[in-house]
T-cell receptor, first 113, second 114 residues
Framework: SQQGEEDPQALSIQEGENATMNCSYKTSINNLQWYRQNSGRGLVHLIL?????REKHSGRLRVTLDTSKKSSSLLITASRAADTASYFCATENSGGSNYKLTFGKGTLLTVNP | DVKVTQSSRYLVKRTGEKVFLECVQDMDHENMFWYRQDPGLGLRLIYFSYDVKMKEKGDIPEGYSVSREKKERFSLILESASTNQTSMYLC?????????????FGSGTRLTVV
């Protein structure tokens, strides 16, 4: 079953602009993670934010988490053509015993040079 | 460089064949996972394993089985391949416990069943 739902499904921006993607989920979580997938390849882990954290930064990435709204956002600042990829949020649901992740359907980001 | 290696990038099999997809990781991870990815459906968990010889069904285990005889290797088996199993298959591994730093994915196997 799908937990995270990303919004928008697709996003097209110009190089240098900021890109914001959102993720909503339904149940209590231990943490939420964002992954990137280049076309036809495996996913790459970007950043993890725990349920007791509200904001986290990594380079040009900024992630926020609002557990009261069950939502997260990923901001990529000063985007580059190389950021073109699909981005997925994944939730590790609390109460489980094996800490597996449930992935959303992804946002396709296109950064035009 | 640590990695998860899937044995084939592209595979074409006939309906009814028994298909083996192999995944090997060199990070000494306890947990290993098999997902399939389809357009519009995202990633769906087929099976996962949290220890050698241990396995649990994911969300869509029907038509699949798995084998984990050694810690580093996790095999996905399609008992009798069908056209609706045409998909991208992704293997991943991770440490156990909450909040560990994410999954490491292989590059994927694109399977076509004809």
């Amino acid at each position: 079953s799908q937990q995270g739902e990303e919004d928008p499904q697709a996003l097209s921006i110009q190089e240098g602009e900021n890109a914001t993607m959102n993720c909503s989920y339904k149940t209590s979580i231990n943490n939420l993670q964002w992954y990137r997938q280049n076309s036809g390849r495996g996913l790459v882990h970007l950043i993890l934010i725990r349920s007791n954290e509200r904001e986290k930064h990594s380079g040009r990435l900024r992630v926020t988490l609002d557990t009261s709204k069950k939502s997260s956002s990923l901001l990529i600042t000063a985007s580059r053509a190389a950021d073109t990829a699909s981005y997925f949020c994944a939730t590790e649901n609390s109460g489980g015993s094996n800490y597996k992740l449930t992935f959303g359907k992804g946002t396709l980001l296109t950064v035009n040079p | 460089d640590v990695k998860v290696t899937q044995s084939s990038r592209y595979l074409v099999k006939r309906t009814g064949e028994k298909v083996f997809l192999e995944c090997v990781q060199d990070m000494d991870h306890e947990n290993m996972f098999w997902y399939r990815q389809d357009p519009g459906l995202g990633l769906r968990l087929i099976y996962f394993s949290y220890d050698v010889k241990m396995k649990e069904k994911g969300d869509i285990p029907e038509g699949y089985s798995v084998s984990r005889e050694k810690k580093e290797r996790f095999s996905l088996i399609l008992e009798s391949a069908s056209t609706n199993q045409t998909s991208m298959y992704l293997c991943a591994s991770s440490y156990p416990g909450t909040g560990r730093p994410g999954y490491t994915f292989g590059s994927g196997t694109r399977l076509t069943v004809v």
